[in-house]
């Protein structure tokens, strides 16, 4: 596992914490699942080793959210410092990239006038010798005319120095680190950045609804924090659920398929949390969050069920009269919902006969006396 020690290089991403979450129950890295920009910190230790449940599963808003409050109240005393040393850094005539280009343009100059020197001191008979120390001169002119052009560039593109509103504006972000983190100028790979610096490693672990995470800080201090709620992409707590969309998810996985089961659900006009229709992948990401298990092939055999069609196939007659003989109950079968597919008892069909279809009743009405007769 030397591989899952160390943390590794910040990844692309909205998510603030790949590479530093670790599971409390196997010791692993916590892998990440977007779907969409949205994604989730998952384990699947004890799937890989044991074949069991994923060990912990993790909503990524939530947990960023919950982690990036205690880093900011933990780095909230050095915002002002932070601030000081900005300002100090914009406010230096030399920046870092002009005194390496200085440095290197010292370096340049000395080559050129090593060239000359060699140049000088060759015997001008000696053509060769003098053609290939005359070249070697130029390339170093031609280095030192570059590193110069590149320094008046920078010079050009220096910014003019904050004034005091600007001073003043900067030393407030410092004080409030919510509003500077918060900004729209702090992209996540900035974030990122900011909570590697401080936070060494954070290790999670699944307590029913609640995921207790451990803060492991880069001076060995540590924090708990716990996170109990869900929030969704607006920064809100997710919507309840009703307990009869669970239900019936929850019946319809043991019928059909999760394409099957959005295609459904979005043609009865049953709609997410959110009033958003049904996909593949939010039918697994429901069944996943409410540990509703997958649908099987084989199920309906175990439980000793068929179809409608199967079941018309064994009574004799066509699907829509063994629809009407459910209806009227002549043949025992259940429906989650309208739409979903009949499930037939296979027990109750046994010694079930062919039978025909009945006779249609003798009408003593005259023509003229049935209503709907008279107007064909």
């Given at each position: 596992m030397t591989s899952a020690l160390a943390r590794g290089a910040a990844r692309e991403g909205e998510l603030l914490l790949p590479g530093l979450l670790r599971c409390g129950h196997c010791?692993?890295?916590?892998?990440?699942?977007?779907?969409?920009?949205?994604?989730?910190?998952q384990c699947h230790g004890a799937r890989t080793n044991h074949g069991a449940a994923r060990c912990i599963s993790v909503s990524g808003l939530s947990?960023?959210?919950?982690?990036?409050?205690?880093?900011?109240?933990?780095?909230?005393?050095?915002?002002?410092?932070?601030?000081?040393?900005?300002?100090?850094?914009?406010?230096?005539?030399?920046?870092?990239?002009?005194r390496q280009l200085e440095l290197s343009l010292q370096q340049a100059r000395y080559e050129a006038a090593h060239a000359r020197r060699q140049y000088d001191a060759v015997d001008p008979a000696n053509r060769l010798v003098a053609g290939e120390l005359e070249?070697?001169?130029?390339?170093?002119?031609?280095a030192v005319a570059k590193i110069e052009g590149d320094i008046a560039a920078l010079v050009v593109r220096r910014p003019p120095p904050l004034g005091e509103p600007e001073r003043r504006?900067?030393?407030?972000?410092?004080?409030?680190?919510?509003?500077?983190?918060?900004?729209?100028?702090?992209?996540?790979?900035t974030r990122k950045r900011i909570?590697?610096?401080?936070?060494?490693?954070?290790?999670?672990?699944?307590?029913g609804a609640i995921i207790h995470a451990i803060l492991h800080w880069q001076g060995g201090d540590h924090t708990e924090v716990?996170?109990?709620?869900?929030?969704?992409?607006?920064?809100?707590?997710?919507?309840?659920?009703?307990?009869?969309?669970?239900?019936?998810?929850?019946?319809?996985?043991?019928?059909?398929?999760?394409?099957?089961?959005?295609?459904?659900?979005?043609?009865?006009?049953?709609?997410t949390g959110h009033g958003n229709a049904w996909t593949l992948e939010r039918v697994r990401g429901f069944r996943n969050h409410h540990e509703i298990e997958v649908y099987r092939d084989g199920e309906w055999a175990?439980?000793?069920?068929?179809?409608?069609?199967?079941?018309?196939?064994?009574?004799?007659?066509?699907?829509?009269?063994?629809?009407?003989?459910?209806?009227?109950?002549?043949?025992?079968?259940r429906q989650v919902c309208p739409g979903a597919l009949w499930a037939v008892k296979a027990a109750d069909l046994a010694g079930f006969t062919s039978r025909a279809p009945s006779k249609p009743s003798t009408n003593t009405k005259s023509r003229s006396e049935d209503p709907f007769l008279s107007m064909t």
């Open positions: 010791g692993r890295k916590l892998h990440v699942h977007y779907g969409g920009k949205l994604g989730r910190y947990i960023d959210a919950a982690i990036a409050k205690e880093a900011l109240s933990v780095l909230k005393p050095l915002g002002i410092e932070a601030a000081i040393k900005a300002i100090e850094a914009q406010s230096s005539k030399t920046t870092a990239s002009e070249r070697r001169w130029n390339e170093a002119l031609q504006r900067l030393m407030a972000l410092g004080a409030d680190l919510e509003s500077a983190w918060s900004h729209p100028g702090a992209t996540a790979a909570l590697r610096t401080a936070i060494s490693e954070i290790v999670v672990r699944r307590d716990q996170v109990k709620q869900r929030l969704n992409a607006a920064g809100r707590h997710n919507p309840r659920i009703p307990d009869g969309t669970i239900a019936l998810i929850g019946e319809l996985a043991r019928l059909m398929p999760d394409r099957q089961i959005a295609r459904l659900l979005n043609r009865i006009g049953v709609e175990e439980r000793g069920e068929i179809t409608l069609e199967a079941a018309a196939q064994i009574v004799g007659v066509c699907n829509m009269t063994a629809l009407r003989m459910l209806r009227r109950g002549e043949i025992e079968g």
